[in-house]
């Protein structure tokens, strides 16, 4: 009897108002796809504005502070993500009164859909949430609202967030890769053991699966 293959395991390192996270994922996926092997993915928060005020800041001018972006700096930043968006099948919904928010909370929302399964699909949840409709990711009242969407119970999920009973377990978690050299994100790591960091491109991605996908038979 054929023994089963073990999935490789990838741990991914990420922020849900990143849209390098959101395009290095949807790369990963196609490139999953495309060479059929079994992967077991495991998402981990970081925050990329852990200091954020609660009210959030215009994204441009957010940008210009913290990296010196010209805004034509940023509308090339953002018609290029967008294009590349399209290509991936994700939707970036860039607008001038985009705002940036605090995302925390967000990461306790997906630690607690993890208890019930459904942390890939509250991380993919919050993407769109943020990158396609616009929505303030630091609001409990939406944060329920994705609860919903992905089948979980917006009342237990507005109770949590409101308890912060999460909140010392998701920044422990942030603490442990950070303490690791995690500096940026998307950071996957294949396998507990290979980092990558960057959106690195499906053809990229497909290599290292195939890679590791072998060794793993051998």
Known sequence: MTAQPVPLRIDIVSDVVCPWCAIGYHQLARAIEETGVETEIHWHPFELNPGMAPEGEN?????????????????????????MGVDLGFTFDYAD???????????QLIDWAEDQGKAHQAKMALFAAFFTHRRDVSDIGVLAEVAAEIGLDPNAARAMLESGERAEQVRAREQFWTSRGIRG????????????????????????????SEGQAA
């Open 59 to 83: 994204l441009r001018e957010h940008l210009a502070a913290k990296y010196g972006t010209t805004p034509e700096d940023s509308r090339k930043a953002r018609a290029r993500l967008t294009a």
């Open 97 to 107: 009164d985009m705002r940036m928010y605090n995302t925390f909370r967000a990461h």
């Open 185 to 212: 994100v998307p950071a996957m790591i294949f396998d507990r053991q290979h980092l990558v960091t960057g959106a690195q491109g499906e053809e990229n991605y497909a290599r290292i699966l195939r890679q590791l």
